[in-house]
């Protein structure tokens, strides 16, 4: 079957840099995907990687490794406003989205 | 303001009633989807739409249907609302078509099934 992996809830400080690891297995790799939710709003897009590497936005990264099913997303000089959740979707030989449940990151002062 | 509207924003049904849960997109992207949300899954796919005209069944198609007769509607229809079907349910479009394909999602309606 297909399968994303994120933790569930993960907590920082205001200020401080975290990264969000995704761990996905999927039927073929057409391109992951980072959105961020706030409660109870819609997802909106932050990042897409498809080749391996860094994809650098602002204070937010996204890391892609194909060999081993990996990406994280990193998010520097953390603020309140970032707390929320944040799904990995990877799209799978169909070009269907498959997504993770989302890591909801709480951010204290 | 260009995007995604989605109607009604919450509703409490009795189970057994029939409903229709509306989406339009004024960005003319050829594809559509419908997904629910539920705590601690993703989204799943219930039903999706390549273009106008066409429809096919997601991850989780039981209990609803859908129909595309343009480009910029797509409404989805509780046949006989169960408790299961409790859920925020998503609609998102796209241009449509390739790897880099991005979704862009409504606001989502709430919606409760007694």
């Known amino acids: 079957g297909q399968n994303i992996d994120q933790p569930t809830e993960m907590t920082a400080t205001e200020g401080a840099i975290v990264q969000i690891n995704c761990t996905y297995q999927?039927?073929?790799?057409?391109?992951l995907f980072w959105y961020q939710q706030h409660a109870g709003e819609a997802p909106t897009f932050l990042s897409y990687n498809v080749l391996d590497g860094l994809e650098e936005k602002g204070r937010f990264s996204s890391f892609l490794s194909r060999s081993k099913g990996y990406s994280y997303l990193l998010l520097k000089e953390l603020q309140m406003k970032d707390s929320a959740s944040y799904l990995c979707a990877v799209r799978d030989s169909n070009y269907q989205l498959i997504w993770g449940a989302g890591t909801k990151l709480i951010i204290k002062p | 303001i260009a995007g995604i509207t989605q109607a009604p924003t919450s509703q409490i049904l009795a189970a057994g009633r029939r409903m229709t849960l509306r989406c339009t997109q004024d960005m003319r992207h050829n594809a559509m989807y419908w997904y629910r949300q539920d705590l601690g899954l993703g989204l799943r796919l219930i039903h999706y739409s390549n273009t106008a005209g066409t429809t096919g069944k997601g991850e989780v198609p039981d209990g609803y249907s859908v129909s595309r007769a343009n480009t910029d509607d797509f409404p989805l229809t509780l046949a006989s609302a169960v408790p299961s079907q409790t859920s925020v349910y998503f609609c998102a479009s796209s241009e449509g078509g390739g790897a880099t394909d991005t979704q862009y999602f409504g606001p989502g309606t709430r919606l409760t099934v007694l």
């Open positions: 999927t039927s073929g790799f057409n391109g």
